[in-house]
Each structure stands twice: as structure tokens, then as C-alpha cells.
């Protein structure tokens, strides 16, 4: 028997890193503010850390976009593996060549390209998707606000989020 109603539970497990990050920023608070010696110097560095976990959180936050949708996506090494009801497919991070947001699917997905590859396209709301951020952070150039944003507006034709530079070779 629960105590906590499932919406309840799911906002409050969706928000975890900050409500964590806002712990340790509490015991960093207290610490700094409240004690002496060591402890006190301490408690200024955990204090950091604590402002750092939530910033990371509300990211991570606005990435999650829910759970029940179609598929499952596993990222092993650099590598996203992604089973669908209908398709799926490996996409090497290594081998990339740009990641758009399609808000006009139903569900809105993920569009990865490589090249001489077909697209792997992934539900926002696909299972595990949320591995994807970190994934995608690690993308050179990737402007994280500018994807966090994009997945937030109401948009009518998908949006390039990040694409590889081309190399010219003289």
C-alpha cells in the first residue's frame, strides 16, 4: 500500500536529482553556516557541489518527457540500440552525422542519421530514452538549452538539433 499518489510519485522521481541536489546543499548550508574548523570549510565545498547537482537535475528534468511509449533504447558504450514495435536499429555515436527533434510525430521522436545507414528514429517517450541525455551531451558542439528548448515548443517540422561539421579536404 502507498501513501503517494502515482502522479505524485512520478513528478517527485522525475525531479530526483534536484530534490537530491537540494539536500546536499542543505547539509552544505548547514554546515558552512553552522559549524567551525574543518567541517565549516568543508561544508562551503559541498555547498558547490549541492548548487551543481541541481543545475545538472533541472536539465536532466526537462529532458525526461515520460514514460509508456512505443519501444526500448539501451545505450551500451557510445553505441544506442533501439527495439521498436515496428523498427529499430544501432546508431555508433562515433559514426553520427546529425540528431533532429521530429515534433510532428506521434509521438515526437529522435532522428538519428549516419551515413549509408538508414535513420533510427526514437519516441521521446520510449523506454530508457532518458539515457539518451547523456548520450547526447557528449555530441562536440552540442548546445544542450538549445535541445531542451526545442523539445518544450510547440513546432510544426523537425528541427536540427546537432549535426557534425563537414571536413573540407583540399
Known sequence: MSFIRPEARAALWRWREVLLGGAVLFLGSWWAFGTFGLLHWLGFAVLVMGAVMI?????????????????????????????????????????????????????????????MQPDLTIPLTAEGAEALFDVFATLPGIRTEKMLSEMHRDSDQPVVIWQRPAVWLH
Request: glycine share 14%; charged share 15%.
Open 55 to 115: 543545475a545538472a537535475g533541472i536539465q536532466r528534468a526537462r529532458f525526461r518527457m515520460g514514460r509508456g511509449g512505443p519501444g526500448i533504447v539501451k545505450v551500451t558504450e557510445r553505441q544506442v540500440t533501439y527495439y521498436g514495435p515496428l523498427t529499430g536499429g544501432v546508431v555508433a555515436m562515433s559514426e553520427m552525422s546529425s540528431l533532429i527533434l521530429d515534433p510532428t510525430a506521434k509521438p515526437p521522436q529522435w532522428v538519428l542519421s549516419q551515413p
